[in-house]
């Protein structure tokens, strides 16, 4: 029997974060899809990327193509579970506040999630997915808790911010800070990573709005400012962006060699060709990095003209290029019950 997706929650008390800043405690949201939380089911993770949330799938769930029964993920299958990042207001806008949750970084979140999911009772995943910085998240997990997981999928992502993403992220910090229309502007400007050259073209081709006079192309920007103002904090956004910042998987652990040495899970890349934010070249080396530490690596590219929005948009070839990963042999190869037993604290 399956659950009807909605809002929970759960509590982590005592949390040191990384950087060495103490919560007593923090309220983790999350929303559950599919099979219930059981022995006998399967669980994949989805982590949200910079503005999305943990309604990853129904009717309103930014992921609902692949995300469903008989998708590729199929929920009469899985246990799905997808946290919000905390901070970014979803719940609760009060809950957005840049300066309680900017001692955190992309690691914390790693750790806040897997120790969540230990208190409801997992204690291993199938696989964790997640696009942009989700997937971020999901290279953490792999490295936090090299046991807990068995396969990642980082999708239009990597496990460090390269300078470009940096750059782009320190730009988008000044637009916050001082423009007047903070949210709006920021992300028109965001919006030019996020899409290509190709994707914009094929949609607008210099067409003019005949209502305002604009080109077709400048309405669209002006309209994902006013939405993203709409439905986002400033604090919100700010947070998301420094958290997008502290991605390094390396970090305090000699490097990422070591860490692709010490790697138990299976990792399997997803990058696009067009994407101008996670650039494919930057996945690749990350892929021939991984051969040489003898990980178990594939990489996948998605072939799209739209650039790291990608993700967002070819469904079907996403859903391809990773039937294998969630095929029902793929479940009953590695999903034994024994093992199963040995993923639940709850299990004698």
Same mark, same amino acid.
């Given at each position: 029997?399956q659950?009807n ?6 509590q982590?008390?005592?949390?040191h ?5 103490y919560? =007593? ?11 219930p939380?059981?022995?006998?089911? =399967? ?5 949200h990327a ?5 309604t *990853?799938?129904g009717?309103k ?11 590729l ?5 899985? +246990? *799905? ?7 970014n ?5 009060a809950e ?23 208190q ?16 971020g ?6 490295a936090?808790?090299?046991a ?5 999928i980082?999708?239009?992502s ?11 992220n ?6 916050l800070?001082?423009? +007047?229309k =903070?949210?709006h ?8 990573f996020?899409?290509? =050259? ?14 305002s006079s604009?080109y ?10 006013d939405?993203?103002n ?13 958290y997008?910042?502290t ?8 490097g990422?060699?070591? *860490?692709?040495?010490?790697l ?7 990058a ?5 934010f ?8 990350t ?10 690596v ?9 650039g ?8 079907e ?6 039937q294998?990963v969630?095929?029902?042999?793929s479940v009953?190869?590695?999903?034994t ?6 993923t ?5």
């Amino acid at each position: 029997m399956q659950i009807n997706s909605k809002l929970l929650f759960v509590q982590l008390n005592d949390f040191h974060a990384h950087g060495g800043h103490y919560y =007593p405690e923090l309220r983790l949201s999350y929303e559950l899809f599919g099979l219930p939380l059981s022995i006998k089911n =399967p669980v994949v993770l989805v982590c949200h990327a910079l503005t999305g949330n943990s309604t *990853v799938s129904g009717s309103k769930g930014w992921w609902n193509s692949l995300i469903g029964k008989d998708k590729l993920i199929p929920t009469e299958r899985f +246990t *799905v579970v997808a946290f919000n990042i905390p901070g970014n207001g979803y719940h609760n806008a009060a809950e957005a506040n840049y300066e309680h949750y900017r001692h955190l970084n992309v690691r914390d979140l790693a750790t806040l999630f897997v120790l969540a999911l230990q208190q409801l009772g997992v204690h291993q995943l199938f696989a964790a997915i997640g696009g942009s910085l989700g997937g971020g998240i999901c290279w953490e997990i792999a490295a936090t808790f090299p046991a807990f997981v068995r396969t990642i999928i980082p999708v239009a992502s990597d496990w460090k911010a390269s300078d470009w993403v940096l750059a782009h992220n320190i730009a988008q910090q000044q637009i916050l800070l001082h423009s +007047t229309k =903070p949210l709006h502007d920021a992300r028109m400007m965001a919006m030019l990573f996020y899409r290509s =050259p190709a994707s914009l073209k094929l949609k607008f081709n210099r067409s003019v709005n005949q209502g305002s006079s604009l080109y077709q192309v400048e309405s669209w920007l002006l309209h994902h400012g006013d939405k993203l103002n709409e439905r986002f904090t400033l604090d919100a956004y700010l947070l998301m962006n420094h958290y997008l910042s502290t991605l390094d998987v390396g970090s305090g652990r000699g490097g990422f060699e070591k *860490v692709a040495a010490m790697l138990k899970a299976k990792v399997v890349l997803v990058a696009i060709d067009s994407d101008l934010f996670f650039v494919a070249d930057e996945i690749r080396e990350t892929a021939s990095m991984l051969e040489a530490a003898k990980c178990a690596v594939s990489y996948k590219e998605i072939v799209s003209v739209h650039g790291h929005d990608g993700f967002l948009i070819e469904f079907e070839q996403l859903s391809l290029l990773l039937q294998d990963v969630f095929s029902g042999e793929s479940v009953a190869a590695c999903w034994t019950e024994s093992e199963i037993c040995r993923t639940f604290q709850h299990c004698n």
